[in-house]
């Protein structure tokens, strides 16, 4: 599993962001440190297929949100196979953020994990499965 | 309060003009206060987002005031990215409802078709959060992902949002103010290249030069600022809950109506930011002119189009008018004042209260007007 990830949350509102910042951005309160698991879901996602002067054409650009809530900017080798809502995991590589995607068995660790702390292992492995599935469908028009 | 009414309109035809930006500022807004009847106003408020980056020049509320011959008439510069135009119209609006001035010119531009385009796009996108400029997001890169989300979450179609990019061209053709005058076919729209997929060259607004100029006033005229809001958002776009709609956009449009005094039912006409064409669809339903989800349908039915229940961007929009940054939002108003006045040749709408709604960088800084013809 990736490093986790550094990010900071406001004493007030609780809300996370990555990276970490000094002050919340609604509220002028000073945040406190955190860390979070480097997995999320993709929230859009773009090729750009003439970047700004310093970046390789075909850009890959990616929102992804992870788990409690922070976004934040990923670039990636590719979007083929991606999707809203794809589960991919963030690798952060000289404080770059890089979204892969994740393969079955991370999924089903990755369910496993979330799922072992409500104790409902087995119907996540479950969803897990028919995610798996589903993901296999052929690209919809969006 | 006093009543804050528009003496004056005035602009430039916006696209790749020969003349620097102090020319083409001086030229829109020497015919606004022609069309006012105004030698002199009070004060100036100047609106230019990137002059620096673009011409070199600077001090520019004391350039454009001695270019125009009111080198001693107290000159502001006003500033608020993308719609920099509207607040320059806010800070001369609250001037006069203060009373401290009776009238007031404002005028707005931007030159920079002389400059290569991707540098114009990086000018541009020094108004994009650092951390995610650092990524190679770009205003179009930005857009993309708005886009993407919105097709997938509201159900936005390629064929919804490449009709807005013909009907606006079809607008366009008829105002001689704008920068493209031709229709573009429905096909072509859909099958040009892609920038920031899934938003295609056609679905993104040109790089234009251009002013526009308005005379406020407090002296009662045809036409009436009813309303005027601002709305806000994090610069940072990872910051925000939701890509499909824009909370700038929504607080504005309920400050303005609250001041007018009515709302979104009232309105006849609408200039909308169309940046990147389904800017127009999500700007339609945060404005409340169409219910939620229906932007997409009511475009492909030809309700928005001149002619239609709800004409939106008659002048052409940002698409086929031109987006000259610090003239657009004062060009928005332009527009809707001639509409008002029965003044707009070749794509006259009947409307006595018109909208219009300018974004600032990514929706970080958002403005809607509401102008009423006089009773």
Same mark, same amino acid.
């Given at each position: 599993m990736p490093e986790l990830l550094r990010a900071s949350r406001c004493p007030r509102c609780r809300r996370l962001v990555v990276p970490?910042?000094?002050?919340?951005p609604d509220h002028p309160v000073k945040m406190e440190a955190a860390t979070l698991p480097p997995l999320g879901e993709v929230v859009s996602f773009t090729t750009l297929h003439?970047?700004?002067?310093g970046f390789r054409a075909p850009l890959h650009l990616a929102l992804v949100q992870l788990e409690g809530g922070a976004r934040l900017f990923c670039h990636g080798?590719?979007?083929?196979?991606?999707?809203?809502g794809s589960h991919v995991s963030v690798e952060a590589v000289d404080s770059v953020f890089y979204f892969s995607n994740m393969g079955f068995t991370d999924r089903a660790r990755l369910f496993w994990r979330r799922a072992g702390a409500r104790g409902e292992r087995i119907g996540a492995i479950g969803k897990s499965v028919v995610k798996g599935i589903l993901n296999r469908r052929p690209r919809g028009e969006d | 309060m006093t009543d804050v009414w528009i003496a004056g309109a005035g602009m430039t035809r916006f696209?790749?003009?020969?003349?620097?930006l102090p020319d083409l500022m001086a030229e829109a807004a020497l015919a606004a206060l022609a069309d006012a009847g105004?030698?002199? !106003?009070d004060a100036l408020v100047i609106a230019a987002m990137n002059p620096e980056e #673009?011409?070199?020049?600077?001090?520019y509320a004391s350039l454009i005031a001695t270019r125009l011959g009111l080198s001693q008439v107290p000159a502001l510069r006003v500033e608020t990215a993308t719609s920099s135009g509207v607040a320059a119209v806010y800070s001369a609006y609250a001037a006069i409802a203060a009373g401290f001035h009776r009238s007031i010119l404002v005028v707005g531009g931007e030159k920079m078709t002389h400059v290569a385009t991707p540098r114009v796009s990086e000018i541009i996108g020094r108004s994009i959060d650092p951390h995610e400029k650092? *990524?190679?997001?770009t205003m179009p890169a930005l857009a993309g992902l708005v886009t993407r989300a919105a097709m997938h979450r509201?159900? #936005? %179609?390629l064929r919804e949002i490449s009709q807005v990019a013909v009907k606006n061209h079809a607008h366009g053709a008829r105002n !001689? *103010?704008?920068?493209f005058q031709e229709p573009v076919k429905l096909e072509a729209v859909m099958e040009s290249r892609l920038v920031a997929d899934p938003l295609r060259l056609f679905h993104c607004c040109p790089i234009s030069d251009g002013g526009a100029a308005l005379v406020l006033t407090a002296e009662p005229r +045809?036409?009436?600022? +009813?309303g005027i809001g601002q709305g806000a958002d994090s610069?940072?776009?990872? *910051?925000?809950?939701?890509? %499909?709609?824009f909370r700038a956009t929504q607080a504005a449009a309920r400050a303005a109506y609250r001041m007018a005094g009515f709302?979104?039912?009232?309105?006849e006409v609408a200039e909308l930011?169309? +940046? #990147? %064409?389904p800017f127009e669809l999500i700007s339609l339903e945060d404005t409340g002119?169409?219910?939620?989800?229906k932007a997409g349908r009511a475009t492909l039915d030809g309700e928005? +189009?001149?002619?239609?229940?709800l004409p939106i961007n !008659?002048?052409?929009?940002? /698409?086929?008018?031109?987006?000259p940054l610090a003239a657009t939002g004062i060009s928005q108003i332009v527009e809707l004042c001639w509409q008002l006045r029965g /003044?707009?040749?070749?794509?006259?709408v009947p409307a006595r209260v018109g909208l219009a709604q300018s974004i600032g960088g990514l929706a970080t800084n958002n403005w809607v007007t509401l102008v009423e013809a006089r009773r």
């Open positions: 970490p910042a000094s002050l919340c003439s970047p700004p002067e080798a590719a979007t083929d196979g991606v999707k809203i | 696209g790749r003009r020969d003349e620097n105004i030698e002199r !106003p #673009f011409t070199g020049e600077g001090n650092s *990524y190679g997001t509201r159900g #936005f %179609t !001689p *103010y704008a920068h +045809a036409v009436r600022i +009813a610069i940072a776009v990872r *910051y925000r809950s939701d890509l %499909t709609s709302g979104a039912e009232r309105v930011h169309d +940046a #990147f %064409t002119l169409v219910p939620s989800g928005t +189009a001149v002619g239609g229940r !008659p002048s052409g929009g940002l /698409k086929a008018r031109g987006h /003044k707009a040749e070749g794509r006259q």
